[in-house]
């Protein structure tokens, strides 16, 4: 039986996917879906911020996006949203920006990947800057893109990272926050792609029989844009996924959109993950974060406490419709 089916066998399923959801009538009646407000997305032009910053403004909100990159500036504009320049380690920008905003949505950039040489102080180091600009502009309505497994305080990888954030975020007094918990993305698949073409298989030290959850951004982005414009109190915690199913499973339906319909995903040891991260130049630090990651997800710690307090519903984007994407990468 999937453990979607057991857990709601057992009553889990119909709870309401948040930990605390208080809504003071007055702020009902005041905070509406309808008001124009002004809302402050980080991400750039991502994969989640774009989707998310076209649903916001198509729903008649002000929508400011900040960028570090100054050469993003005209295509913010061309969405019809207002840009704002400037970097995440600059706190008098971020209290700046923030200032007089009705909502934000804070996220942390994967710097991780892109030669942070201490992945966990950057998550520290960006969360710290949040909480004191939250602090000084008055905002006093959050959405922080968080992720599965930040329940925990070890073995996550980086994403202990998150675990750090959303405690930080918690100490917030007077401000309402949302830790938005995405499964994991879709396009994380994309990793496979030689490895299928040269091995004829997936492997990974997770993946086979284990029960995976998969996530497309623009179902987080769709939750995103319902959450921020939402009346809402105290803090609390909304998880999102798309599709759920077993490695095999996934990589049935991978295999068949490429040609290959009995691809199969080989479970692996950690070391063996490890000693092929490494053999592809990856370094050491982001390989054994990556291994820890996948670990947690094999062993089901990853994904526990999402089967505790499951979303409402699933999003639209199911793995069969990534698999056309996939397909066409593969070529």
Same mark, same amino acid.
């Given at each position: 039986m999937p453990i979607r089916q057991l857990y709601n066998r057992f009553g889990y399923y119909n709870h309401r996917f948040d930990y605390t959801r208080s809504f003071d009538l007055a702020q009902l009646c005041a905070t509406s879906k309808h008001r124009n407000m002004k809302i402050i997305l980080t991400g750039s032009l991502g994969h989640i911020s774009q989707p998310l910053a076209k649903e916001l403004i198509r729903k008649g909100h002000t929508v400011t996006v900040i960028s570090s990159k100054p050469?993003?500036?005209?295509?913010?504009?061309? !969405? %019809?949203?207002?840009p704002a320049i400037g970097s995440l380690d600059d706190l008098d920008f971020l209290t700046t920006t923030f200032r007089n905003a009705d909502a934000v949505y804070c996220m942390i950039p994967p710097n991780h990947f892109l030669g942070e040489p201490d992945p966990l102080a950057f998550y520290q180091r960006i969360g710290k800057n949040y909480v004191q600009a939250i602090q000084e502009s008055g905002v006093r309505r959050m959405v922080h893109l968080s992720s599965f497994g930040?329940? !925990?305080?070890? %073995?996550? %990888?980086?994403?202990l990272g998150s675990h750090q954030v959303e405690n930080m975020l918690n100490t917030l007094p007077e401000v309402s926050v949302t830790h938005m918990r995405p499964a994991s993305f879709y396009y994380n698949l994309y990793g496979f792609v030689d490895m299928i073409k040269g091995a004829g298989f997936i492997a990974a030290n997770y993946g086979g029989e284990d029960q995976l959850l998969f996530v497309s951004p623009m179902d987080i982005a769709s939750a995103i844009a319902d959450e921020i414009t939402m009346p809402a109190t105290g803090k609390k915690?909304?998880?999102v996924a798309s599709d759920e199913g077993t490695g095999n499973e996934f990589a049935k339906i991978l295999g068949t959109a490429? %040609?290959?319909p009995m691809l199969k995903w080989i479970v692996i040891s950690n070391e063996e993950m490890r000693s092929g991260l490494l053999a592809k130049g990856i370094p050491a630090h982001i390989a054994d974060g990556l291994v820890d990651i996948h670990a947690s997800f094999h062993s089901g710690a990853l994904s526990e406490d999402y089967y505790r307090h499951p979303p409402a519903a699933l999003g639209k984007i199911k793995m069969k419709d990534f698999a056309k994407e996939f397909a066409a990468a593969f070529k």
């Open positions: 050469d993003k500036e005209k295509d913010i504009r061309t !969405l %019809g949203v207002i930040a329940h !925990l305080d070890k %073995g996550t %990888g980086f994403i915690i909304r998880y490429i %040609g290959k």
